[in-house]
Every structure is written in C-alpha cells, then in structure tokens.
C-alpha cells in the first residue's frame, strides 16, 4: 500500500534560517513526488514535483527538495526563510504504476516562521 | 484567468438534509477530484472522475454522492448518510493524458458545517 509520512506536526524556524520539511513514502514501485503548500482557508498550491533525472528539484518561492531512493524521502529545503512562508506544507506520492493517479497525502506539517 | 471556483464558501447543514457543493473548472482539465480536510489527518479521497459520466469511489466515499454531465463540472452531494459532514472540502482538477505526473490544481474550498 502506498503511504506517506511526515513526522513532524510543526517546525519552527527563524527568519533568514534555512528550513527542511520532511517527507517519508512508501510505494511498491517508482514514485511521482509533490510539495503543495496551503494557507489558512484556502486551497493547496502546488510547490514542485519529482519526476526523474535530478535529485535536487527547484520549485516555487525559492523552494527545493531533494529525492533519496535510498531512504525513501524527499524533503522540502529552502535556504532563507521567510515570515510570510509560514503556512500548512503537504507532501503527496503517486505510485507510477496506478492507474487511478490518485495521489496520497501526508498528514501535513506546519512551518512557523519567526520574525 | 483559468481555476477552480467552490460555490458557498461556507455551508451549514441541518439534520437529515442534503447538501451539494458545486466545483467548476475552466483549466479543460479531464481529471477531477473531491478531498476532504480534517484537522491532522491530511486529505482524504472522496471520489474521482478521469472522463466525463464516469467516477469512482475514493477512499471515504460512504454518505456521498458525485455526478460528471459535463467535463467542467463536478458537485459533491453529503447526504443524510454522512453521520460526521463537518469538515473542509476540496476540490481538484488534473490534465490528464500527460505521463500522469501532472500536478492537481485545487480550488479555496468550501466550509461545510452542522446546524
């Protein structure tokens, strides 16, 4: 079954500081990787994606992530954080091999950025 | 400009009543999808639709009622079955036909509330 995990409810930062989100999964084969970010009362923006190729990945808003086959992560890095990036961050996968695309969901982490 | 727009914003439903919840896109995006958001718990698949009149059942379908007369255009009914409707609800859209690592677009969601 596929499954993500991201084991941290909140993370804490100040500004100006570097900043990772993680991102753990689980697939039976080769996976499709996303970052969306969410703002209070609103819907999910999509940040980036992994597809193949590159294991660094450049996204929105200065955002990147960096895949690992090996240890099955992919977390979200920026290397300045900014107030304004504080908000809910949702990792998803979908498995290559699934034909009803559907994605699944982490259960959220929420970046608070300190001024 | 192309989006998903959720029609109310906020909804409040009394006992034993149905509720519809209406999603439109302009994107002509093929693939369209229905999340619901509760608190720590991430995103969960209601129901999806890859082509016009056909759908399946996500993950928590039960209570819950979809129809895709038209490509742009996908409404969620909660009805009186869905004994727990308090929650966030999100819709999403996805061009298919692409390799399938497109990312879904989500529109701001409506509030869905008990009286």
């Known amino acids: 079954a596929q499954s993500v995990a991201q084991p941290e409810d909140q993370v804490n930062v100040a500004e100006g500081n570097p900043l990772t989100v993680k991102c753990t999964y689980s697939?039976?084969?080769?996976?499709?990787l996303f970052w969306y970010v969410q703002y209070p009362n609103r819907g999910l923006q999509f940040l980036l994606k992994y597809i193949t190729g590159d294991n660094l990945v450049k996204g929105s808003y200065g955002f990147e992530a960096e895949f690992n086959k090996s240890q099955t992560s992919f977390h979200l890095k920026k290397p300045s954080a900014l107030v304004s990036d504080s908000a809910l961050y949702f990792c998803?996968?979908?498995?290559?091999?699934?034909?009803?695309?559907?994605?699944?969901f982490g259960s959220g982490t929420r970046l608070l950025v300190r001024p | 400009d192309g989006g998903i727009t959720q029609s109310p914003k906020y909804l409040f439903r009394k006992e034993g009543q149905n509720v519809t919840l209406s999603c439109e896109q302009n994107?002509?995006?093929?693939?369209m999808y229905w999340y619901r958001q509760d608190p720590g718990q991430g995103l969960r698949l209601i129901y999806y639709?890859?082509?016009?009149?056909?759908?399946q059942k996500g993950d928590i379908a039960e209570g819950y009622s979809v129809s895709r007369e038209k490509k742009e255009s996908f409404p969620l009914t909660v009805t009186s079955a869905q004994k727990n409707p308090t929650a966030f609800y999100l819709c999403?859209?996805?061009?298919?036909?692409?390799?399938?690592?497109?990312?879904?677009?989500f529109g701001d969601g409506t509030r869905l509330s008990i009286l």
């Open positions: 999403a859209s996805r061009l298919a036909g692409t390799g399938g690592h497109q990312p879904q677009h």
């Open positions: 998803a996968v979908r498995d290559r091999a699934d034909s009803s695309y559907k994605l699944i």
């Open positions: 639709s890859q082509i016009v009149n056909d759908f």
């Open positions: 697939v039976s084969g080769n996976p499709y």
């Open positions: 994107l002509n995006h093929d693939a």
